[in-house]
Nanobody, 124 residues
């Protein structure tokens, strides 16, 4: 049974930083592309970033490029999202996703597994 468990969300002031973690189990982590999405109230789920099996390739949405960094530790079966220079519009539930694919994904339909989400709230 595949499980993706996010952690690290919380309340932060604008301009601050948070690091999200996603611990995976029940899958061959090093054979899955990993990524992050978010969903704000009343909005569609938005792609943020994805990372290749070994972490050598990454892809970011324009909205977070230069502020967010995705990384992974295959020894710990964990993917991270370092978020800097946070803005109130970054407030959302953040989801980890996995896909058994050799290609980076940019849409929710290209993923296979999801975590339960972690809330990030950025105050102004």
């Amino acid at each position: 049974q595949v499980q993706l468990v996010e952690s690290g969300g919380g309340l932060v002031q604008a301009g601050g930083s948070l690091r999200l973690s996603c611990a995976a189990s029940g899958l061959t982590f090093s054979s899955h592309v990993m990524g992050w999405f978010r969903q704000a109230p009343g909005k569609e789920r938005e792609f943020l970033a994805s990372i290749s099996w070994l972490g050598s390739q990454t892809y970011y949405a324009d909205s977070v490029k230069g502020r967010f960094t995705i990384s992974r530790d295959n020894a710990k079966n964990t993917v991270y999202l370092q978020m800097n220079s946070l803005k109130p519009e970054d407030t959302a539930v953040y989801y980890c996703a996995a896909a058994r694919s050799r290609y980076l994904f940019t849409t929710a339909t290209d993923t296979g597994y999801w975590g339960q989400g972690t809330q990030v709230t950025v105050s102004s």
